[in-house]
């Protein structure tokens, strides 16, 4: 920090504020120091962080961000010095490109290796060839949540979206590549596409659809899904359980055409201030009975072997939304970094179908 | 004395230079220079184009209306209630300003929630067996969560000029002969001007730069400036885009409070 304060007066504005700011934070700490992590909102069950610090000694300083887009620069301009941060996998590779993330040392971190199915591992490697910088945390899919007293016919793909049967009844993603991964899968091309022609038409049905969707939301799907205002939501495959819960009349489909398979990985920063507690937080993560406290709580799959055989209810257990057998579908993809042409694309798209 | 005058200023100072011109200073360093660091004009001039056209001149359509509504509604309250009794008015202002300790956001999900289709006033009329309303995610729904949440923005400055008008001027008017409509359209509007600009200004320049109100109750279908804005730092992290759009936006704020201090002017010209 003190070579850059020297560069720019604006360096200087930028970097002395969350300076004095963590310069406050890090004199209180553990026993043992603490650990920064940085997650998802409402991603974690609270009970695990107080039973590391319990445990450890270590203090958890803890922070939540809605995006990936919204963490990225957060993290990049090092305003805040986290430890230890959950993105999804194509922010992972976009981390990596840009040299910001520290390879993880596995001895350090054994439950990992022992508990985490190898098959997510192996996923894990389009975004993170040689699994060095990642240890996944949480996957799952992206599919139709369904109102089963408010559809004709059972729901089984992506263009059922554009039936104006449904007209005022559909809730889309309100993120850039979700909404568009399902008009590009309805299309059938790949999510990861940067063809400017399949593009153009994968805007023009996002356009066409417009005027059949009620809203375009986040996490007001679920609140809305079980309240019946929508007879269709775009839903991550984590909410779906939480949901049906709540509402037993919604029904969770991965559409025909294919979908996104997505998995959040805690990774380490290269600038991280405290490795070894960061290590010592996602190794406490990964052990079967905390990963399986965080699966209750937030009903997201768990790639961790441990805590899926200590899963109680068998229903739960063999749920085929939680755990579904991905073999059986086609076309499932993971999203990767487009770069930032790719990303600008896409982002000047959106506000096209936005404002129409 | 003086210069333990000027030493109780400096946490103003501080505070302004802290939180208003660095940050002002960052928008124009980010908003006149490229990803590289060069000078560019582009992302002001990102403005004509279409989509940012629109989404601004949409803003300022649907905030011009609030301001037009929440003024309508807002002058004969303050009329009301600068004529009542003191015990009385300040129970009325009270209530006025009693929603206002609660949060802004949650204010607005909850209209979100009594506008839904199967919200509480649909669930309402639907009991009487009378039609539905479906407003949410309209431009509609977004021109009543402005007069709603800017209202008593309008109301407080109104009434603080209208109660301060003195009663020997009305009299006076009324000795002369005026009628109750001249008296108004000759004496209480003009005085009141001050209250009006001010008022105006502060409904006007939150409604057109507001994002949240047009996300919670026009469902994200309706893309004003300030979601362009928004989006551009939260999603598409081109912080030179956004500042760039930031200032054309100041620029029509500046605009507007150049219009008012020309008005106010004329207004107490209209006086003498």
């Known amino acids: 920090m003190k070579n850059k304060k020297c560069n720019m007066i604006l360096a200087v504005f930028s970097l002395s504020l969350p300076a004095i700011l963590t310069g406050c934070g890090s004199s209180q700490g553990g026993a043992n120091g603490e650990v920064i992590v940085y997650n998802w909102g409402e991603y974690i069950d609270p009970d695990t962080i107080d039973m590391f610090e319990e445990e450890t000694g270590i203090k958890v300083v803890y922070d939540e961000f809605e995006t990936n887009e919204i963490m990225y620069p957060k993290v990049?301009?090092?305003?805040?010095?986290?430890?230890?941060?959950?993105?999804?996998?194509?922010?992972?590779?976009?981390?990596?490109?840009?040299?910001?993330?520290?390879?993880i040392n596995f001895e350090n971190i054994p439950n990992a290796r022992k508990n985490i199915n190898a098959q997510y591992f192996e996923q894990s490697k389009s975004f993170d060839p040689g699994n060095k910088y990642s240890i996944p945390y949480c996957w799952g899919t992206v599919g139709i949540l369904y109102n089963k007293t408010m559809v004709e016919e059972p729901i089984t793909s992506w263009a059922q979206l554009w039936d104006e049967k449904y007209s005022d009844n559909i809730l889309m993603q309100d993120s850039v590549r979700d909404a568009f991964m399902v008009a590009e899968k309805m299309n059938g091309f790949s999510m990861n596409t940067v063809d400017p022609t399949e593009l153009e038409t994968a805007k023009n049905s996002l356009i066409e659809q417009k005027p059949l969707v009620q809203a375009y939301v986040i996490d007001q799907v679920r609140d809305k899904m079980i309240g019946g205002e929508a007879a269709i939501g775009v839903i991550y495959s984590g909410e779906a359980i939480y949901t049906q819960r709540e509402n037993p009349d919604l029904e969770y489909v991965i559409p025909e055409e294919g979908t996104n398979v997505w998995i959040d990985s805690w990774v380490i920063l290269k600038d991280a201030p405290n490795k070894e507690n960061a290590e010592k937080f996602i190794d406490f993560m990964c052990r079967g009975d905390i990963a399986l406290k965080n699966f209750e709580y937030i009903t997201y799959s768990t790639p961790n072997d441990a805590a899926r055989a200590l899963i109680e209810d068998e229903s739960i257990k063999n749920s085929s939304i939680a755990f579904p057998d991905l073999s059986q579908y086609n076309n499932l993809e993971t999203y990767v970094y487009l770069g930032e042409d790719g990303d600008a694309l896409y982002n000047n798209l959106w506000k096209e179908v936005k404002s129409n | 004395m003086t210069s333990k005058n000027k030493w109780l200023s400096s946490p103003y100072i501080l505070w302004s230079v802290m939180f208003i011109i660095i940050p002002l200073g960052m928008i124009f360093y980010y908003g006149l220079t490229d990803k590289t660091g060069a000078f560019t004009l582009e992302n002001i001039t990102a403005i004509a184009t279409a989509e940012h056209a629109k989404a601004l001149w949409l803003s300022l359509?649907?905030?011009?209306?609030?301001?037009?509504?929440?003024?309508?509604?807002?002058?004969?309250?303050?009329?009301?209630?600068?004529n009542m009794k003191v015990n009385q008015h300040s129970f009325i202002i009270l209530i006025f300003i009693l929603p206002m300790w609660m949060n802004f956001l949650l204010r607005t999900l909850a209209w979100q929630t009594l506008l839904e289709k199967n919200g509480v006033i649909n669930s309402i009329l639907n009991f009487l067996h009378l039609p539905g309303m479906n407003i949410i995610n309209?431009?509609?729904?977004?021109?009543?969560?402005?007069?709603?949440?800017?209202?008593?923005?309008?109301?407080?400055?109104?009434?603080?000029?209208?109660?301060?008008?003195?009663?020997?001027?009305?009299?006076?008017?009324?000795?002369?002969?005026?009628?109750?409509?001249?008296t108004f359209f000759r004496i209480i509007l003009p005085l009141s001007i001050p209250g009006i600009i001010s008022g105006i200004t502060m409904?006007?320049?939150?409604?057109?730069?507001?994002?949240?109100?047009?996300?919670?109750?026009?469902?994200?279908?309706?893309?004003?400036?300030?979601n362009v804005i928004e989006q551009e730092f939260t999603q598409a992290s081109n912080w030179h885009l956004g500042s760039g759009l930031s200032i054309v936006l100041m620029i029509f704020i500046i605009l507007n409070m150049i219009a008012s201090a020309i008005f106010d002017k004329e207004g107490e010209g209209s006086m003498l």
Do not use: Q, W
């Not at chain 1, 230890?84 to 520290?102: F, G, Q, R, T």
């Open chain 2, 138 to 182: 309209t431009p509609y729904a977004i021109i009543l969560g402005m007069v709603y949440n800017f209202l008593p923005f309008m109301v407080l400055p109104l009434y603080n000029v209208l109660s301060k008008i003195d009663e020997n001027v009305l009299d006076a008017s009324r000795d002369l002969g005026a009628g109750s409509v001249h």
């Open chain 2, 61 to 82: 359509l649907l905030s011009i209306i609030s301001t037009v509504i929440c003024f309508l509604l807002a002058y004969p309250l303050a009329m009301i209630l600068s």
């Open chain 2, 203 to 226: 409904v006007f320049v939150p409604a057109l730069t507001t994002f949240v109100i047009s996300t919670l109750l026009g469902g994200s279908k309706i893309l004003l400036i300030g």
């Open chain 1, 76 to 103: 990049e301009s090092g305003a805040a010095s986290y430890d230890v941060v959950c993105p999804s996998d194509y922010m992972i590779s976009k981390m990596i490109e840009n040299d910001m993330l520290a390879p």
